[in-house]
């Protein structure tokens, strides 16, 4: 399980990395019109706030080394993540026209 968020980690150094995927599920949503995406991406722009406050200080008493808060945040949104992926992209596959079903049958030229 940590080296699923592991790589989640890194956000509490640098809580600005979060805007990436709330921007991207954002983005997804305005393709796939789902709104799984936009929640989930809203998660991560508040995570990315609370993040910050927690690096500056604002939202901790001092000691804020051991994050349990973490055990429930970063599941929660790699969760919420996939699904809104998986639903917008299935969404997206949809919506797309089939080229084959499209392609008007050949003229019969032997008649």
Known sequence: MSLLFRPLAVMIEYPWLALIPGVLLLALYRRGHRSSAVWVGLLWLLY????????????????????????????????????????????????????????????????
Do not use: H, N, Q, T
Not at 61 to 74: F, M, P, Q, T
């Open 48 to 111: 990315c706030l609370y993040e910050y406050g927690m690096k500056e200080r604002v939202l901790c008493s001092g000691e804020c080394d051991i994050r349990i808060d973490l055990l429930a945040i970063y599941p929660l949104l790699v969760a919420g993540s996939l699904f809104a992926m998986a639903r917008s992209l299935s969404a997206l596959r949809r919506k797309r026209p089939d080229p084959v079903a499209r392609a008007e049958p050949p003229e019969d030229r032997a008649s």
